[in-house]
């Protein structure tokens, strides 16, 4: 799609859900301006939900998408998971809740987008995701209530409790699983994504500036408002949280990918995803994460270091030897994979102590008046599995906003 043609895509916001609709949307122009600060896929998301609920949107980034200088999301593993997810969890019981019904939102949203345009254009494609355990998932509560509400939700496709997948995909014996279960997910390729929704956003009439908003939002916030126009302020600045929220309770989780050609030449193409996460068999280091991110490219990972927040690893760091050894030894050939012409990147996942932050801000601006600022960060590893569904929230949040008087005062 050229970012001025016309989207033949758009977004509307029904109870709690935000479905995603195909065909031409009649425009509607509200008053207000919005702006949205960090331009990863949860604030370009949250930016397109808000053009086509007729805000005028503003967002504002330190970088955008490219193919030279790749941002978090570009890095992200983006096999959309149901929670808590493979590399890294939020085992949070509110954040847990709120994430079954985020990612289910996301889930029907990529379904939607999948089946409305070729997969040329934004890079989303259904595959089948494999997860394999060390010992009996019966064995696990955890794992198996995991799984319990997975077969349970009816528009997760494909679902199947198998323990013959180990054999179906050569997984070496050696590897120690024993047992299986499978399911059709959204797999993004992010660089292609990226680029895609950032056009979305510029072709539905969003404004991009480039720049960094330092410091606390807060403390800033009615200067920031009348410099934007804008009448309330999104925070989608992931790990720039602890800084932009005062939220020290944000750190980053480290991760990594390999990325191989997965062209059938040196080894059986590989089609579907394959997991092993950490449980109570596997270590943190014991993850293996092997997910076709394309036609071309397969992604090797299963890297969780957290609070870590340098980017000084390469393929010969020894953490990542050892990640892309376990994938070579999960899946006999991977070892003869040539290395894609981008080899190697890295990233920090922006996490939380507790759950994901998708809520107002809390804290009174001068003269014990409520804030305009709504946050959403804190995502992880899973910003494209909860993209929509925070977006959705963030929706509803600034509805009540906008209902309230401006110089709002907090309840006593």
């Not at 590989?270 to 596997?282: G, I, N, P, Q, R």
């Not at 609070?307 to 070579?328: A, G, K």
Request: with cysteine; hydrophobic share 40%.
């Amino acid at each position: 799609m050229s970012p001025l043609s016309q989207p033949q895509v758009y977004l509307t916001h029904e109870g709690t859900e935000l479905i995603l609709n195909y065909g031409p949307k009649a425009h509607v122009a509200l008053p207000s301006r919005v702006l949205v600060v960090g331009g990863g896929v949860t604030g370009l998301t949250t930016a397109w939900a808000l053009l086509d609920a007729g805000h005028a949107v503003t967002v504002v980034s330190e970088k955008w998408a490219s193919l030279e200088d790749r941002i978090t999301s570009q890095i992200a593993g983006a096999l959309w998971e149901w929670p808590p997810a493979v590399c890294g969890k939020h085992t949070d019981l509110i954040s847990l809740e709120n994430s079954r019904r985020w990612c289910m939102t996301s889930y029907r949203g990529f379904d939607k987008l999948i089946h409305a345009l070729p997969v040329e254009e934004h890079g989303v494609r259904m595959r089948m995701a494999n997860f394999f355990f060390g010992q009996s998932i019966h064995k696990m509560s955890g794992q198996l209530q995991k799984m319990n509400e997975i077969s349970a939700a009816h528009d997760i496709q494909g679902f199947k409790h198998d323990l013959t997948l180990i054999k179906t995909h050569a997984v070496n014996q050696e590897a120690g699983v024993v047992d299986s279960y499978r399911h059709l997910a959204p797999v993004i390729d992010t660089d292609q994504y990226m680029v895609w929704l950032r056009s979305i956003v510029v072709a539905k009439g969003g404004k991009l500036i480039t720049g960094r908003i330092n410091g606390d939002l807060l403390q800033q916030e009615d200067r920031l408002l009348a410099k934007y126009g804008a009448q309330a302020i999104v925070n989608t600045t992931g790990l720039g949280a602890y800084e932009t929220a005062a939220d020290h309770t944000v750190f980053p989780l480290r991760g990594a990918l390999i990325r191989v050609i997965n062209d059938g030449k040196r080894f059986p193409i590989v089609k579907e995803a394959l997991c092993v996460s950490h449980d109570d068999t596997h270590e943190a280091e014991d993850i293996v994460f092997i997910v076709p991110r394309n036609d071309r490219t397969l992604i090797l990972g299963g890297l969780a270091q957290p609070y870590v927040h340098t980017l000084d690893l390469t393929i010969n760091s020894p953490e990542i030897v050892r990640m892309r050894d376990r994938c070579n030894k999960f899946v006999p050939g991977l070892e003869n994979a040539e290395l894609d012409p981008v080899p190697f990147v890295q990233g920090l996942r922006p996490f939380r102590d507790t759950n994901v932050r998708v809520e107002r801000e809390q804290r009174l601006k001068a003269g014990e008046t409520r804030s305009r600022i709504i946050h959403s960060y804190g995502q992880g590893g899973s910003g494209f599995s909860l993209s929509f569904g925070c977006a959705a929230d963030v929706l509803a949040l600034l509805a009540e906003l906008e209902k309230s008087p401006y110089s709002e005062r907090a309840s006593l």
